[in-house]
């Protein structure tokens, strides 16, 4: 599987930090010209471009051996270990049930 980190793109506008700076009732003129285009210059500086993002889905694509299937990667083609939580079989059917929970009625 794959991690394609946090990736600079339209998902983020209209995310949830910008509709909870959008609710603190401030003016509009400090939202529209201090704080969005603040959150936008930190998420730009920090986050990876959209081409950057796709780097370890197009290595793994093209690149990786099939002895090397069923492994974690996150950016930038780094393998890396699973968290031990991912192998606790109770914990993933309580997930699971959870999730057929929330979604039960739905389909």
């Not at 471009?49 to 290595?59: C, I, L, V």
């Not at 002895?67 to 192998?87: C, L, T």
Request: net charge negative.
């Amino acid at each position: 599987s794959v991690h394609p980190g946090m990736v600079a793109t339209g998902i983020w506008e209209g995310n949830v930090a910008q509709e909870k700076i959008e609710s603190w009732e401030l003016s509009p003129w400090l939202i529209d010209n201090m704080l969005l285009p603040a959150f936008r210059s930190l998420r730009d500086q920090v986050m990876w471009t959209a081409s950057q993002g796709a780097w370890t889905q197009t290595y793994l694509a093209t690149q990786v051996p099939k002895s090397d299937s069923g492994k974690y990667f996150h950016p930038i083609n780094r393998q890396v270990a699973w968290h031990e939580m991912a192998n606790d079989e109770t914990l993933e059917k309580r997930f699971w049930d959870f999730s057929m929970q929330l979604v039960e009625g739905q389909c």
